[in-house]
């Protein structure tokens, strides 16, 4: 995963609660168990959501927790799927997900990928009918770590204007690739095709800052730098912010994670998409069933020797992260390195917690009869 | 390919000379031909660029055949080469393209990739030891042509520079993604991975234009809007343009398509990757063999029934198409739709060249004794 603004320091003004991994781990699967997942999946959605925490995107971790409570309170949540594969070649397959976490989906269309790509070198899963899968890397890891390089896209919610739209058409709709490396961390591109993720906006609005032009437009289509802006029906921008800056890019990379995971699984697409909160309803005309994901997994093998290709990956991090910079305090940051380095730190001294999200977590224990977070 | 400023009314400014399709088809032949490639490889190689020309981007069609020569003059183009599969699995190779014309090598991977996922579902084909391969969509076209998805990418000389970086250590690493749709055009996504590709900046030097701010920097790492500055050691900016706008991912998506093309393949990566321009000499410490590609197809059966397939991409463009606009002049762009129709125009009413690709032309056939172009 690859961000620059991490959002660790500006969660420590808020004096956050800090809490161990094994903790938080077991909290989170007593509330996926409590929502009537099995043993196995139970503990995978906690897995896939500390990955995130570890990792410092708390924008995917546990403060998802109640929007997944809420989503199967709706019922638009399956917590026991009958998870399937609907249409198969020896290297491609459809899944259905049958309306589950997919953060359960998403592992194991991710898992039929590696099985494909260890018979026949590569393996492809466009995946409909599931939900809201948690970050793109946790899926393209899970490659990484059998020397494949992994690929994990989705679409999500309509939230983002096409260039020259008005209209929210398009998620975030992030896409991931993922290359396993000799001496460092596995180079993991994983970023939201919008110019600057939702995650960004609420830390500015909890700040009560304005956000830079070219990350959002109003209602009506014009610019503007209000971070509240998306709450009243406005959008975010394509990555390329506006036409001169090549949004249509932007545009064009979102529209293809929405066609691979969607339009080729029988999911539903662009506008379709059902939202993620649980107090907008779906659109009552679907083009398919929930949303899509699309994941895959090559061998590295399958192309030149595992140890050739690490140690030229190896070396190409070092000619990047050795490069002359503008401002001498600023690296290159080689993406997957700042979430590496979190990783380490937060296994040892716990995962920060903000006020807002011990509250909702603290809330789904009372509900659920299980026990509080306390320091 | 997706752009949005169509180079045709610049250059008719300059009244073009108009070439009907088959005699700029003939005369490409026959620069080929001259250069010793065999009656295939020059068939092919000028179908390479005439596609371009005919969908509307000149930056990459005949305009480019004095620099092949060049190359070839140099020895670094070699045009009887002995295209070979040095690794595969059933869905996987690498390809050893011999200092070959890209234009050659890349449609040899790709019918290979084809072949591949017409047996398994999918195929996929990192390249070595190749050359500048025209417009990534020509070669991801061929897999939608068998009602497949296409993927095209390719690294290229270093321009970009990393986010905080002051060197130039990518190419604009084009990307590509097509797919099959029903009553309308394919969708092509095809694009640079930097803010803006060179062919734009060539047209505001033509104009003497300064470009806006977030495409180049200069050489000292700080922000122009001179279109000379990349001539005197500046750099293109990675898609996003700047850190807070999300060139990270601009970056990541070119490291992306480096590490599948070359890191992969055992071609030259980064800032090791031979100039196209014949005056520069190649790096001479090489970290592998000539530019790389990759490439890939898969089966739109391998997922869902064709025609369901196109039905519901057909609905997808209808969609985006006949979205709410902020100007109502101006509507959101389908990928590939403004190449299409060039296509079909340039296909009656011919190629518009202007006078400096005329006279570099013609400067070639006087070299090689071959008829010019004429009105």
């Not at 545009?251 to 379709?272: E, Q, R």
């Not at 979430?339 to 909702?360: I, Q, Y």
Request: hydrophobic share 40%; aromatic share 8%; glycine share 10%.
């Amino acid at each position: 995963m690859l961000r620059l603004l991490r959002p660790i320091p500006v969660y420590i003004i808020f004096a956050p609660l800090i809490i161990t991994e094994s903790v938080l781990r077991r909290f989170t699967e007593n509330i996926f168990l409590a929502m009537g997942c099995s043993e196995e999946h139970a503990q995978l959605s906690a897995d896939v959501l500390l990955k995130s925490d570890l990792r410092g995107i708390d924008s995917h971790g546990v403060a998802r927790l109640i929007g997944y409570v809420r989503l199967w309170e709706k019922k638009r949540i399956n917590t026991k799927p009958n998870i399937s594969i609907v249409h198969e070649t020896p290297t491609t397959a459809t899944v259905d997900g049958d309306a589950g976490l997919g953060l359960v989906v998403a592992p194991f269309a991710m898992q039929l990928a590696i099985n494909k790509a260890e018979k026949y070198g590569s393996g492809w899963v466009s995946v409909r009918n599931s939900n809201h899968f948690g970050i793109a890397g946790y899926h393209a890891l899970l490659a990484v770590e059998n020397d494949m390089i992994g690929f994990a896209m989705t679409n999500a919610s309509p939230l983002v204007s096409p260039t020259y739209s008005s209209e929210r058409l398009l998620g975030t709709n992030p896409m991931c690739y993922a290359f396993p490396a000799g001496k460092y961390p596995p180079v993991i591109v994983d970023m939201a095709t919008s110019a600057a993720a939702n995650g960004k906006l609420e830390i500015a609005q909890r700040l009560g800052k304005q956000v830079p032009e070219g990350w959002i437009q109003d209602i009506d289509g014009q610019p503007t730098t209000d971070p509240h802006a998306l709450k009243s029906g406005g959008s975010l921008l394509p990555l390329g912010s506006d036409a001169e800056h090549g949004s249509h890019k932007g545009f064009g990379l979102g529209a293809t994670v929405d066609i691979l995971s969607a339009v080729l699984s029988g999911a539903n697409y662009g506008p379709w998409v059902p939202p993620f909160v649980s107090f907008l309803d779906p659109p009552n005309d679907p083009v398919g069933s929930g949303i899509g994901h699309f994941v895959g997994a090559m061998r590295v093998d399958g192309f030149r020797p595992v140890d050739e290709f690490k140690a030229h990956l190896d070396n190409w991090i070092e000619r990047f992260k050795s490069s002359a910079t503008v401002d001498p305090d600023k690296k290159v940051i080689i993406p997957g390195e700042p979430e590496a380095a979190a990783e380490a730190e937060r296994k040892v001294s716990g995962v920060p917690l903000v006020d807002a999200v011990v509250t909702d977590l603290n809330g789904l224990a009372e509900k659920f009869g299980i026990g509080k977070l306390e320091a």
